[in-house]
């Protein structure tokens, strides 16, 4: 957007379909209070001069595929041309022709390759509403740290660069962050002190990235619950970091902040980890973070002399692997589906889920480091992708991963994110201390495109951080 105008290209040969479709976008973002500015282009030289000109100005390219000019290529060559100018990849590229059906293979695996943003033959209004969506859209960015493991283990207090450092350095790289996510593991041992130092962390980095503590999500790791007793207490620790945490903004415990625990009122242990979920909604975003307890209750103290590497020489306290209950999922059901009745236009929003532990085992990269998966991650995954969510976010492995997964055809998939470390790397099965920047765009009902992964690590002989960028599957 240019001065508050939304700068549309329309690359259309036909004038009097170039007339009748402007006049068609100007009755609906005329109606939504839209300023705009259309520029016409009738052949594809055109377009792609005016693209080379002008791109960096652009916020939708309206595309036919029939050009006088186009011959055996069609108009839809455009969108490679566009696609190899640096800096203007992001350009949404809407195609409205006749022609959609016929080539509709085409046109679903640009779509997929996130090459265009949609298309639709222009009869009716549909597509001016998804044209009006479109040029609503915005780009969002979650930080996703996880296994800061403040305490004896390996807290980035014993790292030779200082802690500020570190952190200072990776904000000055992110550019603007909108969300962040933890995905557990906050403490080594899960003492009190060791929140304290967790809360200072992560206090600095709210300041860094100028973000309000509202913004922050958190689930609990294996590392967070008390391992000398099982009863309701044994998230105590955890939830009071929690209250003292948002407390500091005089953010009180909700559903879709962080649950309202009152522990004394469990009487079995379960009902804790069966409730001990969040839902944040973040309308700003148009996402909604579902942050879920996979702990699992049978990972008891004696289960902490299990060694987690080949050679035994680790313990690591796991046996079973975590786990998100069959009795979680449906309170988390139950839970969304009350916000969907109250808050309709949620439904549509991004959805993210986070936990900690691994759903899939570690690759061959981290074969020395044995890593349990979730014992039910089949209910899970089918779960979530009943539920249209599109990412996982977790940590656990101490490694940064991710896969693409999908359940047939009925579903779209899900992109399974894991980060390493965010603490020192004093441990030889610590593999990598990472990062992870998740960014994709919205548009205004919250519908996702274009998702990247950007990963900061830094290597074992350096601490300088380094930027990897890889395109996720939307």
Excluded at 214 to 221: C, D, E, I, Y
Excluded at 282 to 305: H, L, M, Q, Y
Aim: proline content about 3%; glycine content about 6%; some cysteine.
């Amino acid at each position: 957007m240019r001065d508050g105008v939304y700068q549309i290209l329309h690359v259309e040969d036909d004038e009097n379909r170039f007339i009748n479709y402007s006049n068609m976008i100007r009755g609906v973002l005329t109606a939504e209070n839209i300023q705009y500015h259309i520029e016409h282009a009738s052949t594809l030289s055109e377009a792609g001069d005016f693209v080379f000109r002008h791109g960096d100005q652009l916020d939708l390219i309206l595309l036919d595929i029939s050009l006088d000019d186009s011959k055996e290529a069609t108009g839809l060559s455009l969108v490679e041309t566009v696609r190899k100018f640096p800096g203007y990849a992001n350009i949404p590229i809407f195609v409205l022709s006749a022609n959609v059906d016929r080539y509709k293979d085409v046109l679903e695996e640009m779509r997929r390759g996130q090459r265009i943003v949609g298309c639709s033959e222009p009869m009716g209004t549909v597509w001016t509403n998804q044209v009006l969506s479109i040029l609503g859209r915005k780009e969002i960015s979650v930080l996703h740290l996880s296994d800061i493991h403040e305490g004896k283990f390996f807290a980035l207090e014993d790292l030779v660069i200082p802690e500020r450092n570190i952190i200072q350095n990776l904000c000055n790289q992110l550019d603007k962050i909108h969300l962040v996510v933890i995905s557990g593991d906050l403490t080594s041992m899960n003492r009190e002190q060791e929140y304290e130092k967790a809360k200072q962390l992560l206090f600095r980095l709210s300041e860094y990235l100028r973000l309000p503590l509202s913004k922050f999500v958190f689930v609990p790791g294996n590392h967070d619950r008390e391992w000398e007793r099982f009863d309701s207490h044994l998230f105590s620790g955890y939830l009071h970091f929690l209250r003292d945490f948002y407390g500091r903004e005089g953010l009180s415990s909700d559903r879709y902040r962080y649950p309202d625990l009152s522990l004394q009122d469990y009487d079995r242990p379960q009902n804790v980890f069966d409730e001990l979920f969040s839902i944040a909604v973040c309308p700003e975003e148009r996402t909604i973070i579902v942050g879920f307890n996979s702990v699992n209750p049978k990972d008891t103290k004696a289960n902490r002399e299990v060694s987690c590497g080949r050679d035994g020489d680790v313990k690591c306290g796991l046996t079973f692997g975590g786990e998100i209950s069959s009795e979680q999922l449906s309170n988390v059901k139950f839970a969304l589906d009350a916000l969907y009745r109250e808050r309709p236009e949620t439904c549509k929003y991004t959805k993210i889920a986070a936990f900690h532990h691994n759903v899939f085992g570690p690759s061959h990269v981290q074969a020395l480091k044995w890593r349990p998966t979730l014992i039910n991650e089949g209910n899970l995954l089918r779960f979530l992708s009943e539920c249209q969510f599109q990412f996982v976010l977790h940590g656990h492995l101490h490694y940064a991963e991710n896969y693409y997964f999908r359940i047939g055809s009925k579903w779209k998939g899900i992109n399974i994110i894991s980060t390493g470390t965010f603490s020192s790397r004093d441990r030889a099965l610590d593999a990598n201390f990472c990062a992870n920047k998740l960014t994709y765009y919205v548009d205004r009902d919250g519908v996702m495109a274009d998702p990247k992964l950007h990963r900061f690590t830094i290597p074992q002989d350096s601490f300088e951080w380094k930027k990897e960028m890889k395109i996720i599957n939307a």
